[in-house]
Structure formats: structure tokens, C-alpha cells
């Protein structure tokens, strides 16, 4: 959770690759709420920010994000996944 595994394609070629970033700064999203920089946080603190977010649109009177048709768009394609490697070969997603 607090590790990301990022290619960037417009570093020099022969030095193109995975770069692994800890994601633990106090410059990354919600990082200032929680442990001295190197200390990762877990699933519980994941779900503290989706909620905090939640509530702080509501506050706002914003609609939140993700919204309840992203959370259908995403199961159209999980479920497309699914059958797509049942069936061996590439799916529509409807």
C-alpha cells in the first residue's frame, strides 16, 4: 500500500525501468496526518481517507468521488475480466 511501482517511459533510454517509491513523505496526500516520514500506514488509515473525503464533500455540498456510477463502471469491468479469463480471449466491456 504505501509502495509504488512506477515506469516512467521518458527517462533516457537505457536507464528506463521500474522505480520503486515509498510513498510515505509528507508530501504525499494525507501523509501530514499521520507517522514521521518512513512509517507506513495501513488498510485502517486508507479507509479514514476514503471516509474523510466522503464527508468533506458533503460538507462542501460537492457530489464525492468516486461516485456510485464509478463503483458500477468498475464492476462492468472487473466482471469483464473475469469472463475474459474464463473464456481466453479479450471482452467488451458493456
Not at 528506463?16 to 504525499?28: D, H
Not at 458533503?58 to 473475469?82: H, L, N, T, W, Y
Amino acid at each position: 500500500m504505501n509502495k509504488l511501482w512506477f515506469y516512467f517511459c521518458d527517462d533516457p533510454e537505457g536507464t528506463q525501468g521500474f522505480r520503486r517509491i515509498q510513498a510515505s513523505e509528507p508530501t504525499y496526500p494525507y501523509m501530514h496526518a499521520w507517522w514521521p516520514s518512513g512509517h507506513i500506514i495501513g488498510y485502517e488509515h486508507t479507509s479514514i481517507h476514503i471516509i474523510y473525503d466522503f464527508m468533506k464533500a458533503i460538507d462542501g455540498g460537492k457530489d464525492p468521488s468516486p461516485s456510485f456510477v464509478d463503483g458500477v463502471e468498475c464492476q462492468r469491468v472487473m466482471e469483464a475480466v473475469e469472463k475474459s479469463t474464463q473464456e481466453g480471449h479479450w471482452m467488451k466491456v458493456k
